[in-house]
């Protein structure tokens, strides 16, 4: 299992955290010193619709004045390949193929038993 996200985010403290105390092991990929490329994007949303990987509540978002913008798919597609900050998460690639986004313990308690 992988999961992508950066150290202080406050939804990836919860989700380690979580997954740490039930004592399951995974591959932290941090985007600040990993970037994942447009292939990446493309493969994730193959699973998942662009509202849900694209975070319009972070501060990264409201720094570049993205709302002024008002963009459609593809701009919010070009926007999450140049700049990863912008990708909602944790982002985590189950090693069944599924895939989840963003913290919900209880979605979690259900996945992670």
């Known amino acids: 299992m992988k999961i992508y996200g ?32 447009c ?5 994730w949303l193959k699973k998942v619709d662009i509202n849900t990987l694209f975070n319009k509540r972070g501060t990264k978002y409201r720094q570049l ?4 913008l008002n963009l459609d798919e593809t701009g919010m597609k070009e926007w999450l390949c140049k700049e990863n900050l912008l990708i909602k998460r944790p982002v985590i690639e189950l090693d069944n193929g599924d895939m989840i986004v963003g913290f919900d313990e209880e979605k979690y308690k259900g996945i992670f038993k």
Not at 12 to 29: Q, S
Not at 39 to 43: C, G, S, T
Request: proline share 2%.
């Open 65 to 68: 004045k993205l709302k002024d």
């Open 39 to 43: 292939d990446k994007i493309e493969e």
């Open 6 to 37: 950066i150290k202080t985010c406050g939804s990836v403290k919860k989700a380690l955290k979580f997954l740490d105390e039930k004592g399951i092991n995974y591959e932290f990929v941090d985007l600040k010193k990993t970037p994942v490329g």
